[in-house]
């Protein structure tokens, strides 16, 4: 069951040469045949193209090459391009589009050794909580297929919490990564923004989108950011800090370091047994020696009022592309207009087109000082908050959904109440700040996962990682399979 | 006051056209939607300057040197209509 190993397990036995990065692929490919039928993780995926790359490490391997991932399968999100694959955005306007290029974080992975593999199922464009609005179909969550896996990630997190995968790539615009992380039980770590290169990433959300790992330990995270991160001249929105190996941060020891509870996170819908969760890990953490002190974050109630104003605004531009003139499945027209209103209509989902039109409506002469320029103000308080915080902590603690996974259809009605679904995770992305979800415990009855979020200073990746690390060291949660893998 | 968004209007301005249905049901949504959003006026924010980017950008400058780039058929490979390495668009002009 190679399937079911860590990067950090898997990687030791293939440089002892007990394994073949052959086998390891073949595992996750056995794995998919067996449950994908139930989850629907993936929109597609090429089994001989991966077991051709693993052929490929083998043969580095047996020469004695060594790279921090090599022959390790790491799985794609839907919105990064893979050089020759299909790249569709869980959208259905994309028609049979392939890449031209490889996104800069996948050209990083490679250059670590990686099989890249698959197209991770996703919210149209990234759009949504759930993954239900995935032009292809919705995934479901390992732990109860009748039940949603979260989202836009949802794929990306379903395939590690299934053993299909041993680790992917997700972005996360307001939560995207570490909300489907926390509801299938899995580790996910959004970097700071500026920390990984966009590059190749179909824009979302230019100001607030970022590429972040999953995986099933925190060491695993560590070891895929080292291998994404960094400089890229592709990227003019790139920070070009060094990058630390951000494993040499996972010793285990957090004593002394100040983590932060927000009382303006109590918030009203957080359901009991998450609540008690995150209580018993704060506990926990104190005990390992953190100091816990109480800070505010005065203006939270207005950070899923801002997103939706930002992200939507930015979609609005940035979907402008999709217009069936150089690609997409284009429904022809009289005239240029009208080819691209058909061409839209037809290939958008619901909640994409809600999305445009709502971000179209802010930027809209007569309203863009009104919504536009006031939610970028708003966002300046967000962000001042969170620096104020940073001042007396090193890191601040949360739930990362204030529910576990609900049932599919259940929100699918209601686009207000699923966008409030992310009140934990938004800010961080309105701050430009680090985040990672760990597994914190499960409900009883049914058994579905809890996630408790960490949130750092802009660059603290090693830091939030560290205190991930150590939680996870003392605690049996993320041990956990659940019951397809 | 829940603002009441011309949804046709909107929606051609983005170049979606919509089924009568879908403006209907997205008409009511959108109103639930910035009613929320209409929480914002509650702050004051007239002393405060807004945010473009989390992290503070620099302009970013190379040098402007003839590299490698796409081939005619590799920029075309998606395109749906295609003719004589051109993209193929209904009559603009008359």
Redesign the interface.
Known sequence: MLNRLTISELSQKLARREVSAREVMQACLDQIQRVEGKLHAFISYNGADALAQADVADKALAAGARKPLLGIPVGMKDVLAVKDHPLNCGSKIL????S?YDATAVSKLREAGAIIFGRLNMDEFAMGSSTENSGFGPASNPWDTTRIPGGSSGGSAVAVAADECIGTLGTDTGGSIRQPAALCGCVGLKP???RVSRYGLVAFAS?LDQIGPFSKTVRDSALILNAISGYD?CD??I?PEPVPDYTAALTGDIKGLKIGIAKEYAVGGLDAAVNSAVQNAVKHLEKLGAEIVEVSLP?T??A???Y??VATAEA?ANL?RF????????V???????????T??AG?G?EV??R??????VL?SGFHDA?Y?????????I?QDFLNAFQKVDAIVTPTSPTPAFKIGEKADD??QM?LSDIFTISAN????PGISIPCGFTANPQLPIGLQLIGK?FGEETILKIADAYERTTPWHKEKSPLS | MPTEVDVKYVAHLARISLTAEEEQKFGAQLKNILGYIEKLNQLDVSHIEPTAHAVPLVNVFRKDEVRPSLSNEDALRNAPAKANGLFVVPKIVE
Request: aromatic share 14%; glycine share 10%; hydrophobic share 35%.
């Open positions: 028609g049979s589009f392939t031209l700071t923004y500026g100001s001249p003019s929105t920070i203006h109630e207005y899923v009022a801002t939706y104003i609005s402008a217009d069936g003139i150089r690609y997409c499945a284009r022809e027209g009289a005239d240029p207009i009208e080819l691209y209103c058909k839209r209509g958008f619901a087109k809600r445009i039109i709502l971000g179209t409506y809209s919504f320029v006031r939610a970028q103000k708003v966002r300046t308080l962000r686009p207000l966008y309105l701050a430009g700040i802009p």
